[in-house]
């Protein structure tokens, strides 16, 4: 899989980071969710224990649409 860096609204290098693949999708670096109401709340809605949420901020969601810088 290929990655192109669309964007990060990080100050210091770290996450959040988005990307887009040559596969035609997304990949988005963020921090683990851990809390565990949040944890309990996706696996009601059939969040499977194999994948893992990431927290990223509102304003990364616009290069989404934009599609990158």
């Known amino acids: 899989m290929e990655l192109t860096h ?7 290098g770290g996450c959040p980071e988005l990307y887009e693949t040559d596969r035609g999708t997304y990949v988005v670096q963020g921090a683990k969710v ?5 944890l ?8 499977p224990e194999h994948e893992t949420a990431v ?15």
Not at 6 to 12: E, F, G, R, V
Not at 40 to 47: C, D, I, N, T
């Open 6 to 12: 669309l964007h990060t609204t990080s100050k210091n």
């Open 34 to 38: 851990t809390d565990p109401q949040a």
């Open 40 to 47: 309990v709340a996706l696996r009601e809605r059939g969040f």
């Open 55 to 69: 927290e990223v901020p509102k304003a990364l969601l616009q290069y989404f649409v934009q599609g990158g810088v």
